[in-house]
T-cell receptor, first 114, second 111 residues
Framework: GAGVSQSPRYKVAKRGQDVALRCDPI?????LFWYQQALGQGPEFLTY????????KSGLPSDRFFAERPEGSVSTLKIQRTQQEDSAVYLC????????????FGPGTRLLVL | SQQGEEDPQALSIQEGENATMNCSYK?????LQWYRQNSGRGLVHLIL?????REKHSGRLRVTLDTSKKSSSLLITASRAADTASYFC???????????FGAGTRLFVKA
């Protein structure tokens, strides 16, 4: 079956613009994670979904960041009024069961805010 | 902030040599995982070791875990040029859903 896919792969936004990043997890995977990865750093946890429930959003850096997974499959990470410090790669991962077990990562969306 | 810290930050070796990377973490864990990331394939899961395990093998990979020292090591034997990548350890807490990655070790294997 297909792996985790993300779109778009690249996004250039002007400062102040809203962006929406999409994640298609592996079919049937219960858990979904979003991470932010700055250049030369490891991924930083943003938020976690168990099916459609957002159980942990402690990593979201500000109230400009919002994530949803309304039907327990596809997820969208939305960033409002983007700032230059939001420039990073945004990674999505899914896992079959609940909790932080083996995660399967998508290719990421590289966001550049000018 | 990141819980795991990998050591060394960068490592350069010749093909055929062994590579050892270390990871230290701060709080109690349920399990620890190692991931590899290169530009071609993104982040790929390598191995998971649970807190009640001390050692685990997978092909040319050997992982150890010392919960008393809050540390883990990843050994890659007989390295190949294709092993060139960044390697990250990732830990979970005992109460939440968050996965915490370290800053990574950049491994370069010279052919």
């Amino acid at each position: 079956g297909a792996g985790v896919s993300q779109s778009p792969r690249y996004k250039v936004a002007k400062r102040g613009q809203d962006v929406a990043l999409r994640c298609d997890p592996i079919s049937g995977h219960v858990s979904l994670f979003w991470y932010q990865q700055a250049l030369g750093q490891g991924p930083e946890f943003l938020t976690y979904f168990q099916n459609e429930a957002q159980l942990d959003k402690s990593g979201l850096p500000s109230d400009r960041f919002f994530a949803e997974r309304p039907e327990g499959s596809v997820s969208t990470l939305k960033i409002q009024r983007t700032q230059q410090e939001d420039s990073a790669v945004y990674l999505c991962a899914s896992s079959l069961r609940t909790g932080p077990e083996t995660q399967y990562f998508g290719p990421g969306t590289r966001l550049l805010v000018l | 902030s990141q819980q795991g810290e990998e050591d060394p930050q960068a490592l350069s070796i010749q093909e055929g040599e062994n590579a050892t990377m270390n990871c230290s973490y701060k709080t109690s864990i349920n399990n620890l995982q190692w991931y590899r990331q290169n530009s071609g394939r993104g982040l790929v899961h390598l191995i998971l070791i649970r807190s009640n395990e001390r050692e685990k093998h997978s092909g040319r990979l050997r992982v150890t875990l010392d919960t008393s020292k809050k540390s883990s090591s990843l050994l890659i034997t007989a390295s190949r040029a294709a092993d060139t990548a960044s390697y990250f350890c990732a830990t979970d807490g005992t109460g939440g859903f968050k996965t915490i990655f370290g800053a990574g070790t950049r491994l370069f294997v010279k052919a």
